[in-house]
């Protein structure tokens, strides 16, 4: 494992010079923010446009980091100084990510500890800490996630509570994934099987067969934990008054539906039914939403209007999402099992990331990551995880849109699939070749016509700054059918028990 | 010597087995995933080349002259726009052709690729010092497909041939470590050059003769020698090896003429748009061999230059003198071990003889620039199962001896980045050694790492600007001139295997 570590560092040093993106000076003026003014400002400065958004752990992490910025260079620390990205700047921030992502590699090493030292658990292990996600965004808190996970399994419930807790404090993203934790914690944790004379193993099955007696003193521990992370979290602020402000910040009412750049969820696909219709609709003489008609071109961030199909608010979304969630959390409840907790995670991972309101395409890593740990389960398991990873990562790569850039990100990922794949087909001794269903093949080898599309085609055909909205949909609405299609047979195999 | 003295000396050590190139593809094996294993390497090499070509190359942002990226650019303009016959003589005081013509076709043939997808990158005159993202991305490419097409398939052909039959494992850590070696990363996808593609050449012409396909192999090192004229290094030692194949094979004197056949042809067909006046192939070969311009420029870690730092041998020798000085200096240097592969022409001597030929002239010959070094770097690399820490050695000194360069552009993190990779996957400290060549290798290191440090940190005493130069060039000339004796004593003392033409004897029975 440690040479993964030297090669992943070596790795990611090479890759200092890539494209930055506004994350980076995003990054740059939180380090200013929290270094160079008091605590009660934090939530309310806003010379730059990338105001503080994440809860408080977060910009202490961001001050801590920022105490050893001075020896690479001061100027990167004055809050005025918008965009600046001298070499030692660009240097340390790239640094800070390497170190930070200890903090994953730690985790990583626990999970084998935890999980077992086999093979699969190499290459699981390996895949998740040299993920190409990761090529652009921060490990460190995917780390965090997989040390409360790892708790889990090993069933220290308040320790896991605790670090999710504490992960929430620090990215409130990952509320996307509380109703799992909540769900399997009060189950697990806060109801104990009465003990039963077991008549040989399963005890599993003779655990929730009977009923659990509900143990308030648990409950009271957990709630407790739980209350003093938000509680160290929040408390200066609560103090000050000042948590209007930042929830407003948090949970910043944002316009439209979909991103910028369409996230590949079922809106996306909703989006594009809509444009379908609309030229269908022209054919046939419907009536039309006008306003629809002029926004959708632009492509901006802005509120989403559709020609055909009903609009949709966020209200919808947010009904939608909490009854995609409560399906999978029902089984979870009645069956508490850790593997089920794990789907329960995904799939809440999934249900949020599918239907939410303005979701941003990172959160697909929300799904990846800890979906990474089943993937070499069973044959179903690692089929899903294929397509996938493969829709999944895919729908990343417009992020990084220079020329630079696309050999490295191309490269990369097809190494990672070329060494994770094989190894975990071989672990559950089946053939490469045996585990895919040859529409899923055809899907794959869509995406390599769609990558040499967006790459060289369009621009031959279309001319450059034509239609550039165009690949982006395309990509959007095509990975967006892989990652629906993962959702719908690992909620349909979940349910049935078949997975 | 026995081997078993040479054991003693713990210089025939092979690799070890706890190196994390071994331990990477000892775990696919043994899970049954080594189908993989070229397919990764490759993957792997082109990756590294691809991040460090996200770095400046040479000249970037520094008019007026800008840099090699520049010159490389301005011929592949040059040839889209202009007839043949101008090529060598086109404005010659900005980045005159000074490559034999098969670089010329090359860049014609990269420009009008380049032309088609963005004119204004090739424009004739107006594009001089044309900088942007695209244009470098493109460029950055041409070297990355040629280098596929080329070199990295030599390198598993040539791997194939050495150890193929010693098992899946010996030839893919060869070929990782290979593709790994740092100098020729750095130089071509870093400063921007197509060294590959003569280094390619060249190593499918020793594949051919590997695979005693002589006529073939000279075809593919003319075709070397066509794209830059700097394989001469390798050329007195590739004539003695055929010359002595000649000798020893059946109808020697049939395989002398077709040699000849093939030499001539292959030249005149790539000079033949000069052949037909005498001023033009004499302005090809003045462009090709700038004698004039002395017998050395800059510091480089060669022979004459350390000697200059007590000598002025510039002052005291005028050029006709230096010239002569320098040919008898270097066919001396380079006529035992020659020699000897001319009598005894087997596959382990060529290779030595490669490296002993080409260090000779880079330490003796004229007109040496610190690049010059990648050309024994090759045969070096490719003896990297057979002599691991000679090899790392030799190629750590030479990436230590371009640092100045490397610095001047920038490239200083890459410089580290790439040459630590390739140690720590070879694992060469793992090669067990005699007491006195660990110390001989801890001083070596420990040096580097002073120099590195110092040169950071102090800055040179006013008198002495170069200082630091200079030193590097003294430290590193005497490790090269270590090396030239060594592979020369090696070369000297290979046990030669019997068997080895006995397959050949056999078909021609």
Known sequence: ?499 | MTKSKMQQHGVDSPLAKNTPAHRWFQILVQNQTFWTAPLVTVLFALFVRWAVALNPYSGFQVPPMFGDYEAQRHWMELTIHLPIKKWYRYELQWWGLDYPPLTAYHSWLCGIVGSWINPAWFALDESRGYESPDSKHFMRATVVFWESIIFIPAVLVFTQICYGKQGHLKKNIAALLILLQPALIIIDHGHFQFNNIMLGTTLWAINCFMMQQYALGSFFFCLSLGFKQMALYYAPAVFAFLLGRCFKEPNGIAMFIRLGVTVVATFGVLLSPFLTSVEDIQQVFHRVFPIARGLYEDKVANMWCAVNVVVKLRQLFDLQTTIRLSLVATVLAMLPSVIHLGFNPTRKRLMYGLVCCSMSFFLFSFQVHEKSILLPALPVTLLILEEPWAVSMFINVAMFSMFPLLKREALVLPYFLVTILWNYLAGFHTIPMSKVVKLLTSICYTVILVWHIAESYIPPPQALPDLYTVLNVLFSCGCYLLAFLYFNWRQFNLVDNATEYTDHRKKHQ
């Open chain 1, 1 to 499: 494992m440690l040479n993964v570590l030297v090669v992943s560092s070596i790795v990611k040093l090479l890759l200092v010079r890539a494209y930055r993106s506004t994350d980076f000076e995003v990054h740059r003026n939180w380090l200013a923010i929290t270094y160079s003014l008091p605590i009660s400002e934090w939530y309310y400065e806003k010379t730059s446009e990338w105001t503080l958004d994440y809860p408080p752990f977060f910009a202490w992490f961001e001050r801590c980091l920022a105490t050893f910025a001075p020896l690479a260079d001061e100027k990167m620390l004055q809050v005025d100084n918008l965009n600046y990205a001298s070499e030692n700047t660009v240097l340390f921030q790239r640094l800070t990510v390497i170190v930070s992502e200890l903090v994953l590699y730690w985790a990583i090493l626990r999970y084998r500890r935890s999980f077992g030292s086999k093979y699969v658990h190499w290459v699981i292990a390996g895949s998740i800490f040299l993920h190409p996600g990761f090529l652009i965004y921060n490990g460190f808190l995917y780390g965090i996630l997989l040390h409360s996970i790892v708790e889990m399994k090993k069933r220290r419930y308040l320790l896991s509570g605790f670090l999710f807790a504490a992960l929430l404090n620090f990215k409130h993203i990952y509320l996307y994934m509380a109703p799992a934790y909540f769900v399997y914690l009060l189950k697990a944790y806060c109801f104990q099987p009465i003990p039963t004379p077991t008549e040989n193993g399963h005890a599993d099955r003779q655990a929730y067969a009977n009923v659990s007696r509900f143990s308030l003193a648990n409950f009271v521990k957990l709630g407790a934990t739980v209350a003093a992370v938000f509680a160290i979290s929040l408390g200066p602020f609560v103090y000050m008054g000042q948590i209007p402000q930042l929830l407003s910040r948090l949970f910043p009412f944002t316009r439209g539906l979909c991103h910028a750049y369409w996230a590949p969820n079922f809106w996306a696909l909703y989006a594009g039914a809509d444009r379908v219709l609309i030229i269908i609709g022209k054919r046939l003489g419907w009536s039309l939403n006008q306003d629809a008609l002029g926004s959708m071109t632009r492509g901006f961030v802005g509120d989403t209007k559709f020609a055909v199909l009903p609009q949709v608010d966020a209200i919808h979304t947010l009904i939608i999402t909490v009854i995609a969630q409560l399906i999978p959390l029902q089984l979870l409840w009645r069956k508490p099992t850790f593997n089920n907790f794990l789907t329960s995670l995904v799939l809440c991972g999934f249900a949020s990331f599918l239907f939410g309101w303005h979701v941003h395409e990172k959160a697909i890593l929300l799904i990846l990551i800890p979906y990474s740990l089943m993937a070499a389960n069973t044959k179903a398991h690692l089929r899903i995880f294929i397509i996938l990873s493969a829709s999944g990562i895919y729908s990343l790569f417009p992020l990084l849109f220079h020329s630079a850039e696309t050999p490295i990100k191309t490269i990369f990922t097809l190494t990672w699939f070329l060494i994770v794949l094989p190894s975990l087909a071989r672990t559950l001794h089946t053939p490469l070749r045996a585990v895919l269903h040859p529409l899923e093949y055809l899907y794959l080898v869509g995406l390599v016509v769609l990558q040499l599309y967006t790459d060289v085609l369009h621009t031959v055909i279309f001319g450059t700054g034509k239609l550039e909205f165009l690949p982006l949909m395309m990509i959007s609405i095509y990975t967006a059918l892989g990652v629906c299609y993962g959702w719908v047979r690992l909620m349909v195999g979940y349910l049935n028990g078949t997975i």
